[in-house]
Every structure is written in C-alpha cells, then in structure tokens.
C-alpha cells in the first residue's frame, strides 16, 4: 500500500518548471518509492540506480546515454556517488533548455550535493524528503509506535517492535559501515561513540570540547562529524535566536538525533514502554515536533532561545517574515515556567504554541495555545 506524501505537489511543480530537481533525503526515508509513485505521470522516463552495477555500465559514457534518452524524464538515484555527473548534466540541459529534463536523488543534504553542483546553480530545484510525517499517516498508527519506531517507513511499518528494532539496529550499522564510506575523515568507530553520546543528550547544548575529551579527539573533530550527521540527515544542529535586546544568551547550538526511532535504537530501548521512562522522553518529543514542522514548512528558519539568567523556549520558527514560539511539552497537563515566560516576553512571537501529545487544543492564555501535533499546521497556517 502507498501512502502519500506532503512533497508530491511540490516536486511536481519543480518537474514542470526546472530543467534538473533534486529530492534529497537520509537513506531509507522513501525517495525511491515517491519517485517511481510520481513517474505514472511520465511514462517516458528512464531510472537509474547507481548502486546497481547494471545501471552503472550505462553511464560508462555518460553524455552519450543522456543525449541518447533527451525525450525522457532521466531519473538518477544515489547520485552523491558520483559526482563527476553534475558538469555533464549541466552541459545537457543548458543545451536542451527545457523542463523536467533530470530528477536526481540524493542521500545528502543541499549543501553537500553543492560542493559537487555548484555549476547548476539556477537550472536546479531541492526538495527535501523526511521521514513519514505525522499527517501523512491518517491516524492509521498510534502516536506510542511513532514515538518508539520512529519515522523511517521500514521500521514504523514493521510487524511488531522486535522486527522494528533489528531494522534500525541494521540501518545504523549500515550507515557506519558502508553509506558513509563515500565521505572521508573519518572512523566508523569513534562516529558510532559520537552519535550514541549524542543520543544520550538529545535536545541539550553541544559541548563540542567535553565530548572531544570522552572521545580522544579535537573540538574541531567533533564539529566535522557533526556536521557530517547533519548534512546526511542523522542529526538536526538548531542555532541560538540572536536577539537585539542586549540580553546574555546561550550560544552553543542544540543538536538532535533526527529521528525518534534512530534515538531508541542508539540507546537500546525496544519499545514505548522502555522509551518513555528513559530522561531523554521530552527531547524526543520536541525532535518528533521539529522534525515535523521542517518537513511542512521547507521554508522556515528555526531556532532556539536561551539565556543566562533561564529564559528559555524550545523553537523559535520565522517562516514568511512570521515569528512563532513553540513550546513542546510531552505530557496531558502542560504548565509553562517562569524561564517559558520570559523567553516569550523577549522573544515577542506573533504567536506561541505548546504542543502536547494530547488531542485536545485550548488556549492557556492570551496569544498562547496548546495544540496538538495534529492541529498545529493549521494553526500556524491561519496565521502565515
């Protein structure tokens, strides 16, 4: 069974309009199945996976294959791997110059397919692929699995959670000891020490010197795999909101393991059960809730707030010249500090939303609500 997702229009308005688009994405988070779902509109296309050894002999030479299916929709998967493509395709559609001419998809993030694409600068459209998000799922699974399965459709769709756990237990090794392979600088070894270590202070400030410490390593090591996790998707690293108030913030940014169900994995825990009695249970909710919002709102920077003195709020999202703070707080009954207060009052959101696991939506004060994960884009959209 396929179940639709929230990009579909997206990218098919960036086929119609843009010579090359790109759907990036982690491994695993169904970029594949998306594409060959969209391609029913495009019966004269070609896919080429270049992890296939087959699909690889085409493009022993490459422009002549191109040039050779011109009329299609020339779909290529993977195509971090080989970046030697990127002039090649640049030279076609410059002399193509028509639409939907190349859609390329890529286990890495906007910035790393940069380093290689820099010469299809204005030819070329990125979308960006989560995992499942909450909407996409039509209330057919239960707010307990995606917080312990996470969002990755093999291990949320799985039987029962030992199946979901040996698959995300075999997701992380494979992606230590074969999907990073193509990036150099780095150990397997001291990455998986690093990414564990992240995920026992999920949500929190990184120290980038105290785990250089634990792990033997430089400040400037550890930056490097973190932003190595960032840019394949394994990590959010959410930046301080810099404000004009003259106020003493926290500035270390907060990193994220990207996803509830890779977070359980890293720590052992098997099932909901275990999940919610471990002290990373709320920043794990706040990942769910961000992770969320960035695969609505492609468009929206977020951040987070903190002073010195305890001011203090999960996000601050300016999406569209809107600012809104949101609060999550992974329980029925929510109550706002005095640090939630102040970091409001500095913040001076058009708005702020506390988002529980509850169903149920009210307004706890004047331009403050609760809402539930269900509700919250239609709440921010009636505003944007």
Known sequence: MYIHRFLEPSVLRSIQNFPVTAITGPRQCGKSTLVKHLLDAYPENIYLDLERPSDLRKLEDAEWFFTSQKEKLICIDEVQRHPELFPIIRSLVDEWNRAGSFLILGSASRDLLRQSSES???RISYKRLTPFLW????NDYSLEKYFSAGAFPRSL?????????????????????RDLLQWAGFTPTTMKRLWQMLAHVNGQTVNYSTLATSLGVTSATVKNYIDLLAGTYMVEVVPPYISNLGKRLVKSPKVYIADSGITAGLLGLRNFADL??????????????LSNLKGIYSDADFFYYRTTNGA????????RNRVFAIEC???YSPVLSKGNYLAIEDVAPRHTFVVTPSADCWSMKEKIDVVSLDALKSKIDGMI
């Not at 909407?135 to 039509?138: N, Q, W």
């Not at 203090?312 to 999406?319: K, L, P």
């Open 276 to 289: 919610s009695g471990h002290p990373t249970f709320g920043s794990i909710w706040e990942q769910i809730v």
């Open 120 to 122: 299809l600068a204005g």
């Open 157 to 177: 769709l799985a039987e029962d959670s030992d199946i979901s756990f040996e698959w995300r237990e075999s997701f992380i090794i494979t992606f230590l000891e």
């Open 135 to 138: 909407e996409e799922l039509e």
């Open 312 to 319: 203090e709020v999960d996000f601050v999202m300016n999406v």
């Open 329 to 331: 707080k992974a329980s």
